[in-house]
């Protein structure tokens, strides 16, 4: 069998004023024909998951075009144009091919349309027909769209958060084409969207835990192929936001039905469940030094660049500041500007810099600070943690600064913190700190659970705060939960 596989990747935050252009696409990944095998092979992603297993198969794999870009806001006009036409060029270049394995995300929003993923699969089924099968990997996090189910023949998403299943789903994406292709597979969706945002919301915890066990159970039932539960991603102002149900089965779709609706029957029981109890920074930071733990994580929810946020949050570091805690570790702030200063005037020296704050006045104002140069790097690393490990890292030029007892670390490159490694680099072990701030919302948990007991969710403004009330949805379709009880 030949296997087409690409990918393109974005998640919208629409309140975000940076929008999203082809030089932030390329920034992350922007791969054509082998070299996307060339660096995507033995990744824990998605479409690592989807070559690994093509091959190992021994199908051949086609490789097309695959693009990603951090999580920014809406994707300018042109932008889109230019992926779109890069990705149906390579397909139409690319030869014969028997299916289509598609690596999408499911949350992004162009000028002048709210559903990238949906009108990417339209374009693509306008080129190639409907009897090439087309299987699409989401994350966790879209906002499915019945126009998106419509032109793809089933698409499989995450179930955990942290999104330790990527390249799991990616397997299971080339498993599902092969048996389209053999004719034992017959595939029947069916979708709920509910009227309803949630916080972010880790697999590990109540009450997310208990649906997937749900959704687990309707898995094991003879015919049924897929049962996810999907969160939605709330930082995005378009008419169809939110949690959703998508169930796929082999031939049966009234099973497809019952299983849906029994899902989504058991969140909205429990919607009130997953607003979880955070705390303010110097509330969280109080906590911390109290703690008989080491070392105590604390996370900025609220400036989590992996939603979209700017990453120059100064919220929490400057009540890290204030409160003079000691034996701390803060990573990392996104600043070019004083990185650039820090490698012009050389470790060993101190600097005078106005830190963060600098994208807009929602994440904190900038901090005047005098700093001393502990260490500086080119930011290049490569990720260990589950999500992306084997990947490799770039932050661009970086810098380790001291402010009394405070490490902070300042990058180029804005992006959450995943693991330790970016630590390391700038000779940081996290376990010999008393306490380590970083900005994530649920994904650092993949490998900070492994290192620390004790895990403090801190809450401010900010472009991924759990409190929608502070968002001025305009285009969302009301009522929707809770904005409307």
Partial sequence: MKLLVGQVVHETNTFSNVPTTVDSFKLWEWHH???????????????????????????????????????????????????????????????????????????????????????????????????????????????????????????????????????????????????????????????????????????????????????????????????????????????????????????????????????????????????????????????????????????ETSDNPGGGTPGDGTHLLKALLEAKVSNACFGFIYDPEVVETAHATGVGTEINVLLGGKTDNLHGDPLLVKAYVKCLSDGKFTYSSPIWRGKKGNQGKSARLQVDQLDILVCSVKSQVLDEQIFKLHGIDVNEYKMVALKSSTHFRASFEKISDHIITVDSPGLTTIDFTSFDYQRVQKPIYPLQK
């Fill in 33 to 299: 024909g082998d070299d996307i095998l060339k660096h995507n092979r033995g990744v824990r992603g998605f479409l690592g998951g989807v070559i690994d297993r093509a091959e190992e198969l021994g199908h051949t794999v086609v490789p097309s075009f695959s693009t990603f870009a951090y999580p920014t806001g809406i994707v300018t006009k042109e932008t889109y144009e230019c992926i779109r036409h890069e990705l149906l060029t390579s397909i139409q270049g690319a030869g014969e091919f028997d299916a289509i394995c598609l690596c999408l995300h499911g949350a992004g929003v162009v000028e002048g349309f709210d559903d990238l993923e949906g009108e990417l699969l339209k374009a693509i089924r306008e080129l190639v027909g409907y009897d090439i099968p087309l299987v699409v990997t989401l994350d966790l996090h879209a906002n499915v769209t019945y126009l998106m189910v419509q032109e793809s023949d089933i698409m499989i998403g995450n179930m955990y958060y942290p999104h330790v299943d990527c390249y799991e789903r990616g397997q299971e994406a080339v498993d599902l084409v092969v048996q389209m292709v053999s004719g034992k597979l017959v595939p029947n969706c069916h979708l709920i969207n509910l009227p309803l945002i949630i916080p972010t919301s880790a697999t590990s915890l109540s009450p997310a835990k208990e649906i997937n066990e749900l959704c687990q159970e309707w898995e094991r039932l003879e015919n049924m192929v897929d049962c996810t539960f999907y969160h939605g991603f709330p930082f995005t102002d378009i008419p169809q936001i939110g949690v959703s149900i998508l169930v796929t089965t082999n031939g049966d779709l009234e099973l497809a039905v019952r299983a849906a609706q029994s899902v989504a029957d058991k969140v909205w029981d429990v919607r009130d469940d997953f607003t979880p109890h955070t705390f303010s920074p110097e509330e969280g930071i109080r906590m911390a030094v109290s703690s008989n733990c080491s070392p105590v994580i604390i996370n």
